[in-house]
């Protein structure tokens, strides 16, 4: 008998399929998936295809060897990345704010007064209002008596605290006051400068001080000078506590850093600017026609960026630079919350950003030398064969209930590829910039997460609060309850099922924003996308020509984007789901299989 | 005459440990009661603190041995248990039996 096996070397993962040939007739007996190894289309990719068919085989009892013939994609030499940049930029030079969020704050309301330490209030006077600090040196006991005994002959209207004990303070103090806790940096705050302190009302955010108005009231400020606070009104936004210390020579501004120009070569040549936002970007990208390449202003970011990432490409494929092309864009508004440089308890401020995934076009990618370093290994026939989108449309035709023209939306880590497959078997396709690992880099940055696998996980796996030992409540609503109690590390977590575990978040964000960001994130890339892609290849660029849409891919395995897609294109009465490739693999595989199949169809001389 | 509030049950507990503790509690802006109780064994104490408190969240204090307890957990399962704690550790245990009650994330 004469095994046949498909390689598909995606850019996140290495697919493989083995069919077995019996008098002319194909049977499928198992597959495996691998992480691809190295950049896709790279010797270093054997190690992967040789664990996927290791993997494949081993579960068929048999050895790689048996093989008689394998056949791989032609890969489409296209390859995705991904990056960031903010555009605006808030800096405080000398330490003038400060906004966050205590658990437990003490005393609403708000108070103005020169900052004063605890120390030196022996030598202030009666007549003028004092915000009083204390570092963590002084414990709660101290720091109320010492208020308390001179609540006569000092004015003390607020107070702030290194360390988290603002109830115990004012729980014992004669005359309530507001008081801020939990300021790390609390010996950076210059003494005898005028204050205003603003903690707010259990379940609210300040008031005052995130609008400028408010600052401009309470520390008496000028038109000029109220509109240098401004950035510092919108960064307090939502805090439950803040504090904004009026320094000499206002040290805050709002700098825009020189966003820079983008270049499409193309059709018709093109310029955007990036401050024009991400919708501009596409509508520009939409208009060009035919991209050659882009590139960005020099000296500016978004310059540095696409060079970045071309540098990039060219070090991990052995290019030259000048041979890298980019040949689209996907733009992405967001917001990033940046770290305040000069901040005193760690804020962050949502500052503007543009996400951007971008595919590059390489030269032809050396699958010839991947087939010969297979070959020598393994000792057996090797051929590429196909383009990497007829065989997943052949792939996706396995899929019950679908018939020509069918067009498939291959939705991967790196690229979203759109392929029509006409009824004469004519195929058109397109590879777009913007896939699954934008989506993790928006979750990333919009959540302001340290690590990329937490947004990877987030991207991936629903989410649950727990809420007690007992029980947990699923972000549809649902209660979920344990068998026995639960580890005390996860209670009043937020965590992620995987199906197996719970991953526990470490940041203290609530379920629904994550869920908001996360939902948000994956429409923002894949339905732009998916129109985007199918738009160019329909028929007359009318998505209304096509009758059927097969899902493909890692990211069509998704617990959500898919049916995201089904309702957009419930519009356009098209007919659009995951796709089942064999009936049992779901939407992977398709390329392997579509590879498999087309052994069929293919003239075998040279196989012989 | 039950208020809602954390039961703290001790025996011969170290003055500071109870004191830290209790600081850990009144921070959270939950109220707690302090019993002293017969019984000698930590997990005792904790588990009798939190199936009599209406909150349902308990402390025990055995000397310098402190534990924190939840209602219908058995005895001897501590959510926490801290032995010859610092000051810390103390505040922290505190302020975790408020939070349970609070429903939000335990201090670890």
Redesign the interface.
């Known amino acids: 008998m004469n095994y046949i096996a498909g390689v598909d070397i995606g850019n996140s993962t290495t697919e493989v399929c083995i069919a077995a040939l019996e008098n002319g007739r194909l049977h499928f007996l198992g597959s495996a998936s691998k992480m691809t190894t190295g950049t896709k289309g790279t010797q270093a990719n054997v190690a992967g295809i040789l664990a996927a068919l290791k993997e494949a085989c081993e579960k068929l009892n048999m050895s790689a060897g048996d093989i008689s013939l394998i056949r791989i994609n032609e890969a489409a030499p296209v390859i995705g990345d991904t990056a960031m940049e903010t555009i605006t930029e808030t800096i405080i030079t000398e330490s003038s704010m400060i906004g966050h969020n205590p ?2 704050p003490a005393g609403a309301g708000q108070a103005v007064g020169r900052t004063i330490s605890l120390g030196h209030l022996k030598q202030g006077n009666s007549y003028t209002p004092y915000i009083v600090m204390a570092d963590k040196s002084h414990s ?1 006991e101290e720091v109320a008596d010492t208020l308390n005994r001179y609540a006569q002959a000092r004015n003390v209207t607020g107070m702030i605290l290194q360390a ?5 303070v004012e ?1 014992r103090l004669e005359r309530k006051i507001p008081i801020v806790d939990e300021v790390r940096y609390i010996d950076k705050i210059p003494e005898g400068k005028l204050a205003a302190l603003e903690v707010a009302m259990a379940g609210s955010g300040v008031r005052m001080l995130s609008n400028p108005y408010g600052i401009a009231t309470l520390l008496e400020l000028d038109a000029q000078e109220t509109k240098m606070v401004t950035p510092i009104a919108k960064s307090l936004i939502g805090k439950r506590s803040a504090v904004v210390i009026k320094t000499p020579h206002g040290n805050v501004r709002e700098q825009i850093l020189p966003a820079g120009e983008i270049y499409i070569e193309a059709e018709k040549d093109q310029t955007v600017n990036i401050d024009a936002g991400a919708d501009a970007i596409m509508r520009a990208l939409s208009k060009a026609g035919d991209i050659r390449d882009i590139h960005g202003q020099e000296q500016t970011n978004v310059g540095n960026m696409l060079a970045r990432i071309k540098k990039g490409m060219s070090t991990v494929s052995d290019e030259n630079q000048e041979e890298i092309r980019i040949t689209d864009l996907l733009a992405v508004d967001t917001l990033a919350p940046v770290v305040i440089s000069g901040a005193l308890a760690g804020e962050t401020c949502l500052e503007k950003a543009v996400g951007i995934a971008a595919m590059v076009k390489t030269r032809q990618l050396p699958m010839e030398k991947i087939a010969d370093e297979l070959r020598s290994q393994l000792k057996t026939k090797v051929k590429v064969a196909g383009v990497e989108a007829v065989m997943a449309s052949l792939g996706a035709m396995t899929t019950p209930g679908t018939r020509l023209p069918l067009a498939i939306l291959d939705l991967g880590g790196g690229s979203t590829d759109a392929a029509v497959m006409t009824s004469k078997g004519t195929v058109r396709m397109v590879h777009q910039a913007g896939a699954g690992e934008l989506v993790t880099m928006l979750i990333q940055i919009e959540l302001g997460l340290h690590s990329r696998n937490t947004a990877e996980q987030i991207k991936r796996y629903p989410l649950a609060k727990v ?4 029980h947990m409540r699923l972000e549809n609503g649902a209660i979920e309850f344990f068998p026995d ?1 639960i580890e ?2 996860y ?3 937020v965590v992620l099922l995987t199906g197996k575990d719970m991953i526990r978040i470490d940041e ?1 964000i609530p379920m629904e924003k994550i869920v908001a960001v996360r939902r948000e994130a994956k429409r923002k890339v894949f339905v732009t996308n998916a129109v985007r892609a199918l738009q160019a290849v329909a028929p007359e660029q009318d998505l209304k020509n096509i009758p059927n849409v097969v899902l493909v891919g890692g990211s069509a395995e998704d617990f959500e984007i898919p049916e995201m897609l089904m309702e957009k294109f419930a519009e356009y009465r098209i007919v659009c789901g995951r796709g089942n490739i064999r009936r049992t693999e779901g939407p992977r595989n398709a390329v392997a299989t579509g590879l498999v199949l087309s052994y069929l169809g293919d003239s075998h001389v040279d196989d012989e | 005459m039950n208020k809602p509030s954390v039961f703290v049950y001790i025996c011969d507990a170290r003055t500071d440990l109870l004191q830290e503790i209790c ?1 850990g509690i ?4 939950v109220p707690y009661e302090v019993r002293e109780m017969p019984m000698q064994d930590v997990d005792a104490l904790a588990y009798a603190a939190a199936e009599e408190s209406v909150l349902g969240s308990g402390i025990g204090i055995a000397g310098e041995t402190a534990a924190m307890q ?1 209602r ?2 058995p005895k001897g ?1 501590n ?2 248990k801290i032995v010859q704690p610092g000051r810390e550790q103390c ?1 922290a245990l505190g302020a ?1 039996s408020a ?2 009650v609070k ?4 201090k ?1």
């Open positions: 658990s437990t709660y988290d004990e603002a109830v115990l729980n809420e007690s030992l007992f109690a005390p590390k209670f009043g977590s203290d | 600081a009144e921070e959270e802006g939840l219908k957990i399962q959510i926490f505040r975790n939070r349970a429903r939000q994330k335990f670890i």
